[in-house]
């Protein structure tokens, strides 16, 4: 079992960049594939990136593809999500979520450990 906690968000103008943190409790982080979601009140939980245990491979959500990037540092037991060329559109709670499945999950059903998350906020 493990325990997520997401930190990093806040307010910033659109344009302007964040770094989103989700440090893990647990030794076996690094057994986990790793992804991140948002939601937006009334809206369902929408998928934004994910990778797999080693950092291999990584999936993007096309809504942010080329602005946004997973990464992970399996000894800090960590994975973060930079955010950049923010737009007002990326305003939501992110969550950061894992599962021991060896590929990453693109739906919200693939995860079966989830974080409080994090208010990101964009202004135009």
């Known amino acids: 079992q493990v325990q997520l906690a997401e930190s990093g968000g806040g307010w910033v103008q659109a344009g302007g960049s964040l770094r989103l943190s989700c440090a893990a409790s647990?030794?076996?982080?690094?057994?986990?594939?790793m992804g991140w979601f948002r939601q937006a009140p009334g809206k369902e939980r929408e998928f934004v990136a994910a990778?797999?245990?080693?950092?291999?491979?990584?999936y993007v959500a096309d809504s942010v593809k080329g602005r946004f990037t997973i990464s992970r540092v399996n000894p800090k037991n960590t994975v973060y999500l930079q955010m950049s060329s923010l737009k007002a559109e990326d305003t939501d709670v992110y969550y950061c979520?894992?599962?021991?499945?060896?590929?990453?999950?693109?739906?919200?059903?693939?995860?079966?450990?989830w974080g409080q998350g994090t208010q990101v906020t964009v202004s135009s």
């Open positions: 979520a894992g599962d021991q499945r060896l590929v990453p999950g693109t739906e919200p059903y693939d995860y079966d450990y």
């Open positions: 990778i797999n245990w080693s950092g291999g491979v990584t």
């Open positions: 647990g030794r076996t982080f690094s057994a986990y594939t």
